[in-house]
């Protein structure tokens, strides 16, 4: 009995130091590409509940009629937010730092429908601190161009 309770213990213990994500907080937004027909969606998504760490993806698409659709260049801006008193914030891949508490990841590809943008956030300095991700996107074609964003925030 002792030697159950001990493992189930640790057990407990090295999984609260670990992202467990039971489902995600997420927003969306879209813009028209004018003169295509087509559309700019972001998408921004983190984890609903963690003990340390958070995993985020943000995601800027061009869809047309719910199929993909091509564009000359596509940009994802993810910005990850730790929220709290004093909070800090660690970030894999580690991006551009725009503040203590808040950091830039950006992608770009050329002749595509999608640029997308996932990592894990690590938040501290606060007994309350939560994340809010932010995917800012813009899609670029024959001339035209559209920004779309979401903000996902717990």
């Excluded at 640790?10 to 992202?19: D, H």
Aim: with cysteine.
């Amino acid at each position: 009995m002792k030697k159950t309770l001990l493992t189930t213990g640790i057990v407990g213990a090295l999984m609260a130091g670990t992202a467990a994500p039971t489902g995600a907080i997420s927003d969306t937004g879209s813009t028209a590409l004018p003169g295509t027909g087509a559309k700019v969606v972001a998408s921004a998504w983190h984890c609903n509940v963690y003990a340390d760490k958070c995993s985020f993806k943000t995601s800027t698409k061009a869809m047309k009629g719910g199929r993909r659709y091509r564009v000359s260049k596509i940009t994802n801006v993810a910005t990850v937010k730790a929220n709290g008193w004093q909070a800090t914030l660690s970030l894999s891949p580690s991006g551009t730092m725009v503040s203590e508490n808040t950091r830039q990841v950006s992608w770009t590809n050329k002749n595509s429908w999608i640029a997308d943008i996932s990592g894990i956030a690590d938040p501290g300095g606060s007994l309350n601190t939560s994340i809010t991700t932010c995917s800012d996107g813009g899609a670029f074609k024959a001339g035209v161009k559209a920004f779309a964003s979401a903000c996902a925030n717990d």
